[in-house]
Each structure stands twice: as structure tokens, then as C-alpha cells.
């Protein structure tokens, strides 16, 4: 007798099938209290997660989140159909949150001393120097060489709080700790301090009297004899430090094209792409990091690779402004300021107005001629002030509104500004030309529950949003149209060479461990420059009425696709892909056109909105 085995009743007879996409078994995650796990089961099963039911896309898709505990974790999975069961149990590691040093203990913990990098300074620069250790003693630091003894005041540093809870949460989450232990001091070096490679040694003093002692019986006498001592720990930080007064500055010059000046080491952008050959003096170093003076009370930063050192007795880089000359071309007006050298310099634009504002640091004003020369089209007037000593400020007011970018270089020691006024002859899309960026592509981006690669879905909907605009009489490029790796930095140099006029990133999402996506979630558009925030404004718009998801909010985000300034440059995070209903949509050519028709009409709206303003 031949008995037919149907494939719904394989299903109904075989236990549902657990599969977990991220996070990854064995991963460290950040310390959170609460954190999202997301994979796939079988169609038609429910899911708990540590207790808590999922919910489970007709796919198969689900996404919890759930409280998580300090240390060696597990997920806990349970998944029934028809049943049957199946467990999973899924290990990750929760980073602990730095903890009090016991107070009945005598420690300084070595791993937690500041300064941990070499530093190089000058006489009267500030030291700040802090190191974790038993709570409630007497400290004080010493540099071999300069100072001794220096008083250090134990301040409850707080620590927690999610930036990803700060950034794309609420932010009304208060997960902060307060931590006792932690020692700050500081110092002014004196005039007289010159040492090479000085160590920073840090005394802790706490009292016996917290420590048991089998020679003190106890007793009154004993416990007075014991209030009267000190337990003693001293440490020695990692980080050396350089004292030494220059005779002559050190002048150092950048050796490419693609430098960004920093406001500190490793922390904020001051002025993006220097050109090779900008001179500066340097006068300190923090680990890797220089410390460049651009002017009196001003100081920038930059790794040490991106400099050569020049040789002792070069002048110290400065010229005075003696004449400004705009000219206006056939798309773009020219500003050129005559220098003796090559000096640093910061463009600031402003979405507010219609000025654009150009820093020249080691600069003097001795400018009796600004001439126009067929620029009054677009240059309303230039005005030029000595901001400060060495800082020379020329602010270039605009007759447009609309304003798409700037590109600074120098042509001999002329600092060259090319400004892009927003385009008068774009009625139509004929003579626009867009380069469309799918983001990631080697590294795969976002996953899915059920395993979409974000690379794969940003390619879907760039390639509907370049037919698209193709439809418009635009000329459209795309910075990959397979699987290819094109690295990050490539995808604007690829925009520059097409001379385009639009950038436009397509990604989807996801959050930051800690962060509920669940709650936090929906479209998203990011800026860099303030001129491209009026494009950005318009898709976001779009974006909420036409995909029916949640604002997740306009942001500015420093993105190396955004940072670019001869172009408008946006990026759209159109769905989060973490969710499996999001994901399911994303793998629909309907929704994928969507997206695409969305982008497209948020780019219409801006360019209707040009039209409007002249």
C-alpha cells in the first residue's frame, strides 16, 4: 500500500526550527540593562524569549526585547507548533559596569590611570591626571622632576547612559551610576620644568582602622592606635610625559590633500580637507596625536602620520591679506585670497543665512582691494575682519538662497574658493546630475531576522530610484550596481569625477545595543553640511506621508558619504530592517518602489522650493 506523506503533515509531525541572527553566540555586548535578539523560527510557531512572548511574523521573523544581567548571559528560547517544542539556550557576555573598589580593600587599579599615552607639553601648559582606587582616602600625585605632592580630590565620576539611548532612544532612560573612587587632580607646569620621559606616581593614603588587624585587640586603645595609622598604595601611570621649552617652533607641513583638523585627539571635526602643504606650528603631542596652534588660545589636533616635520629655523607660517578677487564663472564664482604661504583655513556655512563664512588662521588683514569681476550675479558683497590676532575672517554674503556647496584648494599660495550658487536652469532634471549610493556592499550592513542583507535591499532601491530620475531626463550614476566592494571613501571621490550635483545614500537600520527597537524605529535622513539640510528636510517629509512609518527624526550625522561639500549630499535609512515586518516589505518589489518614488518626489519638493525662493 503506498501512503502519501504530505509536506503539511512533515510540518505538523517535525519540532519547530530556532534560528538566531544576531546578536552572535559567545558576543561581548555593551553595558546595557535591557538589550533585542532577533532570528527566525518556523512559520506558524510562538516564541518566548527568557519568559517573554515574541511575536512571530507569518515568515517567521521575530525580534524581542528583554532584561538582560551583567556578566556570562543567556537567552533562553522556547518555540512551539502544533505540540511540539524546541529550546535554544543562546550565551553572550554583558559588559559589567565599572565597579566600586571595595572600601575594606587597598588598591589603585593600574588600568584605569590617566595619563595612559605619552604626552610631549610646554611650560604652563594644564596636566590633568585621575586614577580609580579605594574610596575615601587622601591622594596626591607627584612628576618626577617637576612637582610633588600635589593635592587630588576624590569626585564621583558617573558613568552609563547609553549615547545609542541618547541618540536614537528618548533619552529619558537614566541608567547612569555614580562611581565612588575616583581621584582628579591637576597642575599648571611651571616655567622651570624641563624633563624627558617623566613619570606620573600616584600616593593613596586610607585609614588602617577599615582593615582587620589580629595585633589590635579591639579595645579602645586599640581602636585609637589604629584610627592613628595610614595604610599607604602608590602607582605609577602608564603614560610618560615630556616637558620642554622650544627655542625655536616646530613647523610641520601636511604631506596629502584629505586632512581634517580635529578639535582634540580622536574628537571632533575643526575643519575638513586640508590641502597638502598647509603649514602649522606644533608645539605638544598626546599618544599619536599633535597639537597644532593655529592662532593665540586656539590649538587643533592631528595624527602624526598625516605631517612631515620641516627643519629647524623654518618661519613661522604667516602672511598678511592684501588683496580678494571674485570672478564669476559659468556655474560656479570664484573667491581668491593671496597669500605669502600656504595656511590652514575653515569654511562655515549656515542654513539660516545666506552667508558663507572663511577663516584664514595665520593670517593679518591688509586688505585695500576686493574686486568683483562679473560675480554681482551672485556675490552680494564680501566684508573682511581681523576676527583675532592671526585670524583673518571674510564673510561672503550671497545673493541666492540657495546655496550647493564649496571647494577650497590652493593654486600656488592663492587659497582658492569656489563657490556653487543653486542652480537657475534646473526647471527640469535635464541638466541634473545625481549619483545614487547603495550603501555597504563587502561589509553586508544591517541583517535581517530571516537573513536580508542590508547591501542587498539598498541595492533594490537605488536601482528603481535611478530608472526613476533616468525617467526625468537626469543623468544618473551609481556608485556600484552589484555586489562589488567599492570602499567608503571611494563613493564621493566617484561623485566628484562625474561632477555631480546631488549625492544621495539609500540605507536601512537598525539600533544600538540597549536601545528598543520596538519602540525606536521608522525613517531617518541625515545631513553634514548645512546647505544640504534643506534637501534632506524634503525627503524626510516625504518619506513619513508616503511609507506610513514612523519619524525617526532628521539628524545631522557626520558620515564620510555626508562630509563631502562640492555637492548635496544626503542619506535616507528607509525602513528598520530589524524588524521582521519591515524586512518582509523589503523583500516586496511594491514596497521597494516605494521607497524609491519617495526619495524622488522628496527631491522634486526640493527643487520646487528653489523655484519659489528666487
Given at each position: 500500500m503506498?501512503?502519501?506523506?504530505?509536506?503539511?503533515?512533515?510540518?505538523?509531525?517535525?519540532?519547530p526550527?530556532?534560528?538566531?541572527?544576531y546578536p552572535?553566540?559567545?558576543?561581548?555586548?555593551?553595558?546595557v540593562d535591557?538589550?533585542?535578539i532577533?532570528?527566525?523560527?518556523?512559520?506558524?510557531?510562538?516564541?518566548?524569549?527568557?519568559?517573554v512572548?515574541?511575536?512571530?511574523?507569518?515568515?517567521?521573523?521575530?525580534?524581542?526585547?528583554?532584561d538582560?544581567?551583567p556578566?556570562?548571559?543567556?537567552?533562553?528560547?522556547?518555540?512551539?507548533?502544533?505540540?511540539l517544542?524546541?529550546?535554544?539556550?543562546?550565551?553572550?557576555?554583558i559588559?559589567?559596569?565599572?565597579?566600586?573598589?571595595p572600601?575594606?580593600?587597598?588598591?589603585?587599579?593600574?588600568?584605569?590611570?590617566?595619563?595612559?599615552v605619552?604626552?610631549?607639553?610646554?611650560?604652563?601648559?594644564?596636566?590633568?591626571?585621575?586614577?580609580?582606587?579605594?574610596?575615601?582616602?587622601?591622594?596626591?600625585?607627584?612628576?618626577?622632576?617637576v612637582i610633588?605632592?600635589v593635592?587630588?580630590?576624590?569626585?564621583g565620576?558617573?558613568?552609563?547612559?547609553?549615547?545609542?539611548?541618547?541618540?536614537?532612544g528618548?533619552?529619558?532612560?537614566?541608567?547612569?551610576?555614580?562611581?565612588?573612587?575616583?581621584?582628579?587632580?591637576?597642575?599648571?607646569?611651571?616655567?622651570?620644568?624641563?624633563?624627558?620621559?617623566?613619570?606620573?606616581?600616584?600616593?593613596?593614603e586610607?585609614p588602617?582602622?577599615?582593615?582587620p588587624?589580629p595585633?589590635?585587640?579591639?579595645?579602645p586603645?586599640?581602636?585609637?592606635?589604629a584610627?592613628?595609622?595610614?595604610?599607604?598604595?602608590?602607582?605609577?601611570a602608564?603614560?610618560?610625559?615630556?616637558?620642554?621649552?622650544?627655542?625655536q617652533?616646530?613647523?610641520?607641513?601636511?604631506?596629502?590633500?584629505?586632512?581634517?583638523?580635529?578639535?582634540?585627539?580622536?574628537?571632533?571635526?575643526?575643519?575638513i580637507?586640508q590641502?597638502?602643504?598647509?603649514?602649522?606650528?606644533?608645539?605638544?603631542?598626546?599618544?599619536?596625536?599633535?597639537?597644532?596652534?593655529?592662532?593665540?588660545?586656539?590649538t587643533a589636533?592631528?595624527?602624526?602620520?598625516?605631517?612631515?616635520?620641516l627643519?629647524?629655523?623654518?618661519?613661522?607660517?604667516?602672511s598678511y591679506?592684501r588683496?580678494?578677487?571674485?570672478?564669476g564663472?559659468?556655474d560656479?564664482?570664484?573667491?581668491e585670497?593671496?597669500?605669502?604661504?600656504?595656511?590652514?583655513?575653515?569654511?562655515?556655512?549656515?542654513?539660516?543665512?545666506?552667508?558663507?563664512?572663511?577663516?584664514?588662521?595665520g593670517?593679518?588683514?591688509?586688505t585695500d582691494?576686493?574686486?568683483y569681476?562679473g560675480s554681482?550675479?551672485?556675490?552680494?558683497?564680501?566684508?573682511?575682519?581681523?576676527?583675532?590676532?592671526?585670524?583673518?575672517?571674510?564673510t561672503?554674503?550671497?545673493?541666492?538662497?540657495?546655496?550647493?556647496?564649496?571647494?577650497?584648494?590652493?593654486?600656488?599660495?592663492?587659497?582658492?574658493?569656489?563657490?556653487?550658487?543653486?542652480?537657475?536652469?534646473?526647471?527640469?532634471y535635464?541638466?541634473?546630475?545625481?549619483m545614487i549610493?547603495?550603501?555597504?556592499?563587502?561589509?553586508?550592513?544591517?541583517?535581517?531576522?530571516?537573513?536580508?542583507?542590508?547591501?542587498e535591499a539598498?541595492?533594490?532601491?537605488?536601482d528603481?530610484l535611478?530608472?526613476i530620475?533616468?525617467?526625468?531626463?537626469?543623468?544618473?550614476?551609481?556608485?556600484?550596481?552589484?555586489?562589488s566592494?567599492?570602499?567608503?571613501?571611494?563613493?564621493?571621490?566617484?561623485a566628484?569625477?562625474?561632477?555631480?550635483?546631488?549625492f544621495?545614500s539609500?540605507?536601512?537600520?537598525?539600533?544600538p545595543?540597549?536601545?528598543?527597537?520596538?519602540y525606536h524605529?521608522?525613517?531617518?535622513?541625515?545631513?553634514?553640511?548645512?546647505?544640504?539640510?534643506?534637501?534632506?528636510?524634503?525627503?524626510q517629509?516625504?518619506a513619513?506621508?508616503?511609507?506610513?512609518?514612523?519619524?525617526?527624526?532628521?539628524?545631522?550625522?557626520?558620515?564620510?558619504?555626508?562630509?563631502?561639500t562640492?555637492y548635496?549630499?544626503?542619506?535616507?535609512?528607509?525602513t528598520?530592517?530589524?524588524?521582521?515586518?519591515?524586512?518582509?516589505?523589503l523583500?516586496?518589489?511594491?514596497?521597494?518602489?516605494?521607497?524609491?518614488?519617495?526619495?524622488?518626489?522628496?527631491?522634486?519638493d526640493y527643487?520646487?522650493?528653489?523655484d519659489?525662493?528666487?
Amino acid at each position: 500500500m503506498l501512503t502519501l506523506l504530505l509536506w503539511s503533515d512533515y510540518c505538523y509531525s517535525q519540532k519547530p526550527v530556532i534560528e538566531v541572527r544576531y546578536p552572535r553566540k559567545g558576543q561581548v555586548l555593551p553595558f546595557v540593562d535591557s538589550t533585542f535578539i532577533f532570528g527566525k523560527v518556523t512559520p506558524g510557531s510562538t516564541l518566548e524569549v527568557n519568559g517573554v512572548s515574541a511575536e512571530v511574523h507569518k515568515d517567521g521573523g521575530f525580534l524581542a526585547f528583554v532584561d538582560v544581567d551583567p556578566g556570562e548571559f543567556e537567552f533562553q528560547l522556547r518555540a512551539d507548533m502544533n505540540g511540539l517544542g524546541s529550546t535554544l539556550t543562546w550565551p553572550v557576555r554583558i559588559s559589567e559596569l565599572y565597579r566600586t573598589v571595595p572600601s575594606d580593600s587597598l588598591a589603585i587599579l593600574p588600568r584605569f590611570s590617566v595619563p595612559y599615552v605619552y604626552q610631549e607639553l610646554t611650560p604652563g601648559d594644564l596636566v590633568e591626571v585621575s586614577f580609580r582606587g579605594t574610596p575615601g582616602g587622601r591622594a596626591t600625585f607627584s612628576i618626577e622632576g617637576v612637582i610633588d605632592s600635589v593635592p587630588m580630590v576624590e569626585n564621583g565620576k558617573t558613568y552609563g547612559g547609553s549615547w545609542g539611548e541618547r541618540v536614537f532612544g528618548d533619552g529619558e532612560k537614566d541608567d547612569t551610576t555614580c562611581l565612588a573612587g575616583v581621584y582628579f587632580g591637576s597642575v599648571y607646569l611651571p616655567d622651570t620644568a624641563d624633563v624627558d620621559s617623566a613619570h606620573v606616581t600616584f600616593r593613596l593614603e586610607v585609614p588602617a582602622s577599615r582593615f582587620p588587624d589580629p595585633r589590635l585587640n579591639g579595645g579602645p586603645a586599640g581602636v585609637a592606635i589604629a584610627e592613628s595609622l595610614m595604610a599607604v598604595v602608590e602607582d605609577t601611570a602608564k603614560g610618560l610625559i615630556m616637558v620642554r621649552s622650544y627655542s625655536q617652533p616646530q613647523v610641520v607641513e601636511l604631506i596629502d590633500s584629505t586632512q581634517t583638523i580635529r578639535t582634540g585627539p580622536r574628537k571632533g571635526y575643526l575643519s575638513i580637507f586640508q590641502p597638502k602643504g598647509v603649514r602649522f606650528v606644533c608645539d605638544g603631542r598626546y599618544g599619536n596625536y599633535l597639537r597644532l596652534r593655529l592662532a593665540p588660545g586656539q590649538t587643533a589636533w592631528i595624527p602624526d602620520t598625516s605631517v612631515t616635520f620641516l627643519a629647524p629655523g623654518t618661519p613661522v607660517p604667516h602672511s598678511y591679506v592684501r588683496t580678494v578677487r571674485c570672478t564669476g564663472l559659468d556655474d560656479t564664482v570664484r573667491v581668491e585670497i593671496f597669500l605669502d604661504e600656504k595656511l590652514p583655513f575653515q569654511v562655515a556655512t549656515q542654513d539660516s543665512d545666506n552667508s558663507v563664512l572663511l577663516r584664514v588662521f595665520g593670517a593679518t588683514s591688509d586688505t585695500d582691494w576686493i574686486r568683483y569681476l562679473g560675480s554681482r550675479d551672485h556675490i552680494d558683497r564680501i566684508v573682511w575682519r581681523q576676527e583675532q590676532d592671526r585670524v583673518y575672517l571674510l564673510t561672503i554674503d550671497l545673493e541666492e538662497t540657495n546655496f550647493w556647496g564649496w571647494d577650497g584648494r590652493f593654486v600656488d599660495n592663492v587659497l582658492t574658493l569656489e563657490l556653487y550658487p543653486g542652480p537657475e536652469k534646473f526647471g527640469s532634471y535635464k541638466d541634473l546630475r545625481v549619483m545614487i549610493d547603495p550603501g555597504h556592499s563587502k561589509d553586508p550592513g544591517a541583517i535581517g531576522p530571516t537573513g536580508l542583507l542590508e547591501a542587498e535591499a539598498n541595492l533594490w532601491i537605488a536601482d528603481k530610484l535611478s530608472e526613476i530620475l533616468r525617467k526625468k531626463g537626469a543623468t544618473v550614476f551609481m556608485t556600484r550596481h552589484d555586489d562589488s566592494d567599492v570602499k567608503l571613501y571611494d563613493r564621493p571621490k566617484l561623485a566628484r569625477e562625474k561632477n555631480c550635483d546631488v549625492f544621495i545614500s539609500v540605507h536601512n537600520n537598525s539600533v544600538p545595543d540597549g536601545v528598543n527597537p520596538l519602540y525606536h524605529n521608522g525613517v531617518s535622513t541625515y545631513y553634514y553640511n548645512a546647505f544640504s539640510k534643506p534637501l534632506a528636510e524634503h525627503i524626510q517629509k516625504r518619506a513619513v506621508e508616503r511609507l506610513h512609518l514612523r519619524d525617526h527624526g532628521l539628524y545631522y550625522a557626520n558620515f564620510a558619504v555626508t562630509r563631502p561639500t562640492q555637492y548635496l549630499a544626503v542619506l535616507i535609512e528607509c525602513t528598520f530592517m530589524i524588524l521582521p515586518d519591515q524586512e518582509a516589505a523589503l523583500r516586496t518589489e511594491s514596497f521597494q518602489e516605494k521607497c524609491a518614488k519617495t526619495i524622488a518626489e522628496g527631491l522634486d519638493d526640493y527643487l520646487r522650493s528653489l523655484d519659489r525662493r528666487r
